[in-house]
């Protein structure tokens, strides 16, 4: 149900608030523990975030993400205004398909990244880590467009593993099989329309239901009764953490620095300093950044964001990178876990450019703890160009039935 | 569509046409575009009255020397009915103050007052030589690069070179009020009154708002001859200067096309192409230079969308609310103005009887009012110049502030109003000048934005002051003329080193686009 009232003069005594699932939240949460996510309650882990991990991995992992920050963005000059704002073509975009774009302030550093949800002709949803609407508002000038920030209005749960699409259709969402990744479609749902995307943060089969936040407990009670002899599981920030380190994909405030939040602007990153040139489109015309982006893709980047594979079962948590040798520091290490899935210690890292090309060999400096005894390490990584986790599943249309 | 190797210039003020004769000279094909029926913008003679002209722009303190001479302005036919006019400080009683380049008369002032005067010209002619000497310069940009170093190194030294006392005199100065600084220097309320004008004419400040020293400083920083901020009124009004740069500028072979008002700014992809007038007619162009302020040029010519957000909204914010209103009195005679004769009244006239007056004046149009009291600069070119009101009558050209841009009742009801508040305040020092005027004319800074194109109405394009100056100015990633779109530059007032009749801004960026070629 809904859980925020802006119309109440007293909101803003109310800076955290329950997710309109918390009802939900607060039956499965064995572990009793919260944790905040932007303006929401959120779980860390509702009974174990191992097992919930291998729930997303192998059966059917269910995550809140109502606090994820999402903008309606509408209006005659939507589609400029996005492709001035945004690094990559937006008109490539189509009507009922999801795309993954950075933004970045003229600099060419990253502000923030998310998913650009063509809704409707001309009408697109923004999600954001974290709050844009400020940065958004400050690109209208000259633009007829209407943003508005909806986070409040629309409820949302991620559905993530290889029973999910199956748990869908025991739902009742006919035809959702053939909705192919990155596409998005909607279904008529308890009276409210539903939306569902092949979207997700952990590189599987997966879909993100959208709903109003009214029809929430409906649309989570109605799922874990699909999904019941399917495996179907509360999944916690904990566990999504390691699903999305497998499938490399980045997170804001970890493993770059958001650069409207950096106080030292060198320690911000451009897009391809986190290996995301290939949303740079510097052919669509001008848009924020480009001129800099430009620039540095003739000077040469800084740093190389790139996936390591290291030796040992010990994960190299904030570790140093240093040159074969021991010497020399090569970067340090943003995310990093051991990999239940590909049985390996890995890791995102950031590393001074040229460094970092696939093959290339370093040495990680791991610090853990045995009972309270700590020991250092220095293990061998090197360089790996693949994602740890890409099953043949998280493109297959239509997915596998369980 | 023309020759893409045209270069078009976006408006026939005096930047357009020194820029335009300077490439004109150089070789390249260029063609001004104006959107009136005349060339010179707020600095045109117009005739407002029958028989009566005018010009916005009524005085010429800092056209730049070293432009007069490379553009042979007096051969294409420039010259001066009256050069270095003395300031007369109005008082009430017709006992007023005389002020010259080195010296000031008159108004019962102390020998103190009259030795600390000659001292204050001394330090404020020096401080503003620094700026003066900056003006023929493309603000350097605070990198590392060699050229940009030495550009700022060299700018160091200067004030450097001041000698340890001055130094740290304009250092202290630079940046804080003119009050205070009339206040350690002087005594006699009328000489701080008039002084303190200097600082806070044509901008949005009172003589207490900081900066304002460093108006007064930009105003004294013209290197004409003559001694530092000495004005002289043109033969014709200003428009006969306009006419010689634009004679200039067409003998070099530019083409000026007037009533051409542009629509729009071309694009093809991130580079400009051209321009479209109102008319539809696109004229192709592989660089547009625009003389019109620079939030008309990327905001309304050019379109937000063509530039990165951070850019449109530093354009946007550009302070560039004008509060200088324009009189001008048809006179059927010369008027009586108490204690002058007809050769002081030639001489340039301020009202501004104390620094607390123009304070004061200034209150109001901080809340969207006009001054009960106004301030004025007041001429009567016509004393020098027939040319500009049938024989034996006169013309008055007042500056008069404060008016703001967005007056509180609207401009339609608040004009007759505030033309009635500067009758009455003239009319103390010239009791018959009711009696004299047989036709007024007020241009409201609203006025001035509907006619000359300018927004908000600011003679500057945009506020003058140190943190829209030099590097600064018009904003950071444009202040070296070249906007960040491929083949668009500045070259208005709003661009280093700013507004009054000086013409830099014009040669600078000519130069940049001849460096770049």
């Not at chain 1, 495996?231 to 499938?247: C, K, Q, T, Y």
């Not at chain 2, 003589?207 to 004294?220: D, G, I, K």
């Not at chain 2, 547009?288 to 850019?311: K, Q, W, Y």
């Amino acid at each position: 149900m809904r859980t925020v009232d802006f119309s109440s003069s007293e909101h803003y005594k109310t800076a955290v608030f329950p997710s309109p699932f918390h009802s939900r939240q607060k039956e499965h949460n064995q572990l009793k523990e919260w944790s905040r996510w932007s303006d929401y309650l959120s779980v860390p882990a509702y009974w174990c975030a191992d097992m919930e991990y291998f729930s997303g991995r192998n059966a059917c992992g269910v995550f809140d993400i109502t606090p994820m920050v999402k903008h309606l963005v509408t209006g005659p000059d939507a589609l400029p205004y996005l492709n001035r704002l945004m690094t990559r073509d937006v008109s490539k975009i189509r009507p009922g398909r999801v795309g993954y774009s950075v933004w970045c302030n003229e600099a060419g550093r990253v502000i923030d990244d998310g998913t650009i949800f063509h809704l409707k002709e001309g009408v697109y949803r923004i999600c954001s880590q974290e709050h844009q609407i400020d940065w958004f508002m400050t690109n209208t000038l000259g633009f007829d467009v209407e943003i508005v920030e909806d986070t409040h209005d629309v409820a949302g749960l991620a559905v993530q593993g290889p029973t999910s699409c199956a748990i869908l259709k025991e739902m009742g969402l006919e035809g959702i099989e053939n909705l192919t990744p990155f596409g998005l479609t909607y279904f008529d749902f308890e009276g409210t329309e539903l939306m569902v995307s092949r979207t997700g943060f952990t590189g599987d089969l997966g879909y993100e239901l959208f709903i109003d936040p009214d029809h929430a407990e409906v649309l989570w009670d109605r799922l874990f009764a699909a999904g019941e002899l399917r495996g179907i599981r509360a999944m916690g920030s904990d566990a999504l953490e390691l699903l999305r380190i497998e499938a490399g994909f980045i997170l804001a405030g970890v493993d770059f620095l958001p650069a409207m939040e950096a106080v030292r602007p060198t320690h911000t990153r451009s897009p391809f300093e986190l290996g995301l040139g290939w949303l740079v489109s510097f052919d669509k015309g001008v848009f924020n950044g480009r001129q800099a982006l430009l620039e540095e893709k003739e000077k040469g980047s800084r740093f190389n964001l790139v996936k390591l594979d290291i030796d040992g079962n010990k994960p190299g948590k904030d570790s140093f990178v240093y040159i074969k040798g021991g010497k020399k520091i090569a970067g340090t290490i943003t995310s990093a876990m051991w990999s239940p899935s590909a049985k390996a210690s890995i890791a995102l890292a950031s590393l001074e450019a040229p460094l970092g090309k696939p093959g290339e060999e370093f040495e990680v400096e791991i610090y853990y703890q045995r009972e309270l005894k700590w020991s250092r390490v220095m293990a061998s990584a090197r360089v790996v160009k693949d994602v740890f986790w890409d099953p043949p599943r998280r493109r297959q249309t239509p997915p596998a039935d369980f | 569509m023309t020759d893409s190797n045209n270069i078009v210039i976006i408006g026939g003020g005096h930047n357009g046409l020194v820029c335009a004769a300077y490439l004109a000279k150089a070789g390249k094909s260029v063609t001004v575009l104006e959107a009136s029926e005349e060339v010179g913008g707020p600095a045109a003679t117009r005739e407002f009255a029958p028989g009566y002209k005018a010009s916005c722009a009524h005085l010429l303190n800092l056209l730049d020397d070293g432009i007069s001479e490379e553009l042979s302005l007096s051969s294409n036919g420039l010259s001066l009915s009256r050069e270095g006019l003395n300031t007369i400080a109005l008082a009430e009683d017709g006992n007023h103050i005389t002020i010259m380049p080195d010296s000031v008369e008159g108004g019962g002032l102390t020998a103190e007052d009259k030795a600390d005067y000659t001292e204050y010209r001394r330090f404020m002619t020096k401080f503003a030589g620094i700026i003066g000497a900056m003006h023929n310069l493309v603000p350097p940009r605070i990198t590392t690069d060699r050229d940009n170093l030495m550009a700022l190194g060299k700018l160091a030294l200067k004030v450097r070179m001041l000698g340890r006392d001055d130094m740290r005199e304009l250092l202290r100065m630079g940046g804080i009020n003119i009050y205070d600084v009339l206040k350690e220097n002087f005594e006699n309320p009328l000489l701080k009154g008039a002084l303190s004008l200097d600082a806070v004419l044509g901008a949005f400040s009172g003589p207490r708002s900081n900066n304002s020293v460093f108006t007064a400083l930009h105003r004294m920083s013209g290197n004409n001859s003559g001694a530092a901020g000495a004005a002289s009124i043109p033969t014709g009004g200003m428009g006969g200067v306009m006419q010689a740069i634009a004679g200039a500028a067409s003998r070099a072979g530019a083409e000026i096309r007037i009533s051409s008002p542009v629509r729009r700014i071309l694009m093809d992809g991130t580079a400009v192409s051209g321009v479209e007038l109102e008319n539809g007619e696109q004229i192709a162009a592989s660089i547009v230079i625009s003389n019109a302020d620079v939030r008309t040029t990327v905001l309304d010519l050019l379109g937000a969308r063509h530039v990165e957000a951070d850019f449109a909204r530093r354009v946007n914010n550009i302070r560039s609310n004008g509060n200088a209103a324009k009189l001008h009195l048809a006179l059927d005679g010369l008027p009586s103005f108490k204690g002058l004769d007809k050769e002081q009244m030639g001489e340039r006239l301020v009202i501004a009887p104390s620094v607390e007056y123009v304070e004061h004046a200034f209150n109001h149009c901080k809340y969207g009012e006009f001054s009960a009291r106004p301030v004025a600069e007041i001429t009567i070119p016509s004393i020098h110049d027939g040319s500009l009101a049938p024989d034996g009558k006169h013309v008055l050209s007042a500056i008069v502030q404060y008016a703001p841009r967005h007056l509180g009742t609207g401009w339609t009801e608040g004009k007759a109003a505030f033309t009635n508040a500067i009758m009455d305040v003239l009319e103390t020092y010239a009791p018959d000048i009711r009696e004299r005027t047989v036709a007024t004319e007020l241009l409201t800074p609203e006025d001035m934005e509907n006619e000359f194109g300018m927004t908000g109405g600011h003679w500057h394009h945009a506020e003058l002051s140190l943190d829209q100056f030099l590097m600064l100015r018009p904003v950071p990633r444009s202040a070296q003329y070249k906007t960040p779109v491929e083949g668009l530059y500045l070259c208005g007032s709003g661009c280093h080193p700013g507004g009054g009749v000086m013409g830099s801004a014009g040669k600078n960026a000519a130069s940049v686009i001849l460096a770049n070629q």
